[in-house]
Structures are given as C-alpha cells and as structure tokens.
C-alpha cells in the first residue's frame, strides 16, 4: 500500500513539473522559432507608448501602461498560432504574464493577439484551440 501511495504522489509531483515547463516545444527549430522571437519583439516595440506597452485588459476592463522586462525563450504551437509569452510590470510593481499569438503568411510572421496570461502570477484560463 505504502509503495502505491508512494507511486501516485511521485506521478502527481511529475505531472505538475510536467505541466509547468511544457511552454517549449523543442521541435519547433529554425525559422518558424527565429522568426516568432523577432516577431514579439517587434510587436513590442512598435506597441509601446512613453516605454510602456499598452494592452487592453478584457477581465478588468482597464487600460494597461506595462513595461517590458523579458521575452520567454519557449515556443509552442496552438492551434493555428506558435504560442510564447514576456514578462511585464506596471508602474505599481504588479507583474504580468503575456502572452502572445503568433501567425505566419507567405514566411512573413507577425503577432496578431496578446493575452493577459497571468497577474502576479495567478493564471488566467483561455482556450485558442
């Protein structure tokens, strides 16, 4: 009984880490990763005012004044989009996860949705499949 118990509790601590570092699909290489990185960060930059990226928060129905800090490195695919988010921070120390929804059209990439991911680390759910 002991090593069942031990079993599930070792299978759910996997599956947890599992879920948390799966935000990279390893066999996305090459263009479609190279190309979604400068993506984003174009989008960024031509999307900030004053150095601050603007986004409409749809949960708080606020207007968002965010300053970049870092373009994650992983890269999924979801749906028709390669899926990678940044982190953020307002002038009031709240942090913010975003991400953002990238697309490809005749080898052009360009981002066409951000999403308030999560907010001082407490995810939102959305579904884009």
Known sequence: MYKFIHLV????????FSICFAADDPSIQGAPREKSQAAMNKHVG?????????IYDAVD?????????????????????YVSCAD??????NTYDLDFLVGEKDGEYSVY?????????KKRQYNIE
């Open 113 to 121: 949705q951000a999403i308030v991911h999560k907010v001082n680390g």
């Open 9 to 16: 509790c070792v299978s759910i601590v996997f599956g947890t």
């Open 46 to 54: 031509e999307n900030s005012y004053n150095d601050h990226y603007i």
């Open 88 to 93: 953020f921070v307002d002038d009031e120390g």
């Open 61 to 81: 129905g606020k207007l968002r004044r965010l300053k970049f800090k870092e373009l994650h490195s992983g890269l999924v695919k979801k749906g028709d989009f």
